[in-house]
């Protein structure tokens, strides 16, 4: 007996067995894969290390920031917006046209945003929170309804914003020598951030999306929590719309397209989990700049257009497949 006690006594003294894949887990995550590809591009082209060259990364990333921030949302709810990209093109086609009218264009973003923010509360919010219906069947239909309309309504002509200085400005103009896209993603980012962490209704995403029936037992308004974050995730594509027309100085039918699978991605590398409940806008905000200093090398490595998507869905595959491979292990 004593000697069966000395034995377990002298195995908890004893220093514990190294896991060796858990540590190398630890640094498979997206921030340490994004300094990874930093140092990576900034030895096959030192120009990637320039303030400009960063100025320019961030600021042409912006949109997709804006929009993941929001996918976060979403995607924590146990739910999916394929139709962010085509909401960000009727965005600005529906800014344009108000701006035409001779309305003010303070007055034209404000109704721009309150519109779409109302059509993402009306149409995806309620088919998907209220009646019940999946979440792709339905973003996949309004993917294909917003960007139809951008067509019809523009008949495929791009519409040029330069002589409006408001919208110009917010897509290219500056506070010192940092863009104001730029300020726009971090207060986005901060106030997303601050809305999940300090709020009730930001912890609810999290149990709505965790367990939709614990959360209703709990006394919440899971309709109502679905519902706006739909609409939270139109009303930044309509922010980011809004950046990327006066950015662009124009609003054209295809600005957008494909964008919903970055920004996708971007949440996914974040870490935020498509069964819901798990993730943050930390992460997104990682997984973004990963895309982004990714999209930057490619580019000045001077790869080729075709072959830059070749080979970033490849990295965004494994990177993806390596926080599925963490968050399994650890």
């Known amino acids: ?18 896991n060796y894949k858990q540590l190398l887990l630890k640094f498979a995550g997206i921030g340490p894969l994004l300094i990874l590809l930093c140092i990576i591009v900034s030895i096959i082209n030192p120009a990637f290390l320039t303030v400009q060259n960063w100025i320019n990364l961030l600021t042409a990333s912006s949109g997709i920031w804006i929009m993941a921030m929001a996918m976060t949302l979403v995607l924590l709810t146990a739910g999916f917006d394929l139709s962010v990209g085509s ?10 046209t108000l701006l035409s009218a001779g309305m003010s264009q303070l007055l034209s973003i404000i109704l721009t945003i309150a519109a779409i923010t109302a059509i993402g509360f009306l149409i995806n919010g ?44 917010l897509g290219n103009g500056k506070l010192g ?16 951030f601050l809305f ?13 999306g965790g367990n939709p029936h614990t959360a209703k037992l709990s006394g919440i308004n899971v309709t109502l929590v679905i519902t706006v974050v739909y609409a939270i995730s139109a009303m930044f594509a309509a922010l980011a719309g809004i950046i990327e027309t006066g950015r662009l100085a124009s609003a054209a039918p295809t600005i ?44 000045l490595a001077n790869v080729s257009s075709y072959w830059q998507n070749v080979i970033t869905g490849i990295i965004l595959i494994l990177a993806i497949f390596l926080n599925h491979v963490k968050s399994k292990n650890l």
């Open 177 to 192: 020598v940092i863009p104001y896209p730029i300020i726009i993603m971090l207060i986005v980012f901060l106030a997303s």
């Open 126 to 169: 309620l088919l998907i929170g209220k009646v019940g219906l999946n979440f792709f069947v339905v973003t996949l239909g309004t993917l294909s309804l917003f960007r139809g309309i951008v067509f019809v309504w523009t008949n495929g002509e791009t519409k040029y914003v330069s002589e409006y200085p408001l919208i110009m400005a």
């Open 87 to 96: 909401t960000m093109a009727l965005s600005g086609v529906m800014l344009v």
């Open 256 to 299: 957008g397209t494909s964008t919903e699978l970055l920004v996708a991605a971007a949440v996914l590398l974040g870490g935020t989990s498509f069964k819901g409940g798990v993730g943050g806008v930390a992460g997104t905000a990682l997984g973004v700049l990963f895309i982004a200093v990714l999209q930057n090398g490619l580019s």
């Open 196 to 208: 999940l962490k300090y709020t009730s209704f930001g912890r609810s995403i999290y149990i709505v």
């Open 1 to 18: 007996m004593e000697t069966e006690t000395t034995l377990k006594t002298v195995e908890e003294s004893s220093p514990q067995k190294v």
